[in-house]
Nanobody, 124 residues
Framework: QVQLVESGGGLVQPGGSLRLSCAAS????????IGWFRQAPGKERERVSC????????AYADPVKGRFTISRDSAKNTVYLQMNRLTPEDTAVYYC?????????????????WGQGTQVTVSS
């Protein structure tokens, strides 16, 4: 069964950190482009980061550059999103998605697989 499962969300104070995990089953995510998306209430879903298949090239949206880091552990078939210096504007449901084409430039709503999402709330 093909599945993506996110974890690691929660409540954190401004300036704090969280690490999200996206664990894959039923396929080898190292060949896929894996992206992290987020959707805040009343806003469109936006992609915040991506790691390409094989080469592992990374990409970040401007609002998170320098604060978020995406990485992949092939042995665990898991992708991580390390989020530092969090602000209330980072509050959203975070989703991971996988695209078999393997390149970040095409990773979007048409991704092959999506996780169920994990809530991140940044508040004092």
């Amino acid at each position: 069964q093909v599945q993506l499962v996110e974890s690691g969300g929660g409540l954190v104070q401004p300036g704090g950190s969280l690490r999200l995990s996206c664990a894959a089953s039923g396929f080898t995510l190292g060949y896929y482009a894996i992206g992290w998306f987020r959707q805040a209430p009343g806003k469109e879903r936006e992609r915040v980061s991506c790691i390409s298949g094989r080469a592992g090239s990374t990409a970040y949206a401007d609002p998170v550059k320098g604060r978020f880091t995406i990485s992949r552990d092939s042995a665990k078939n898991t992708v991580y999103l390390q989020m530092n210096r969090l602000t209330p504007e980072d509050t959203a449901v975070y989703y991971c998605a996988a695209d078999h084409r393997g390149i970040c430039s095409v990773l979007g709503r048409a991704a092959d697989y999506w996780g169920q999402g994990t809530q991140v709330t940044v508040s004092s």
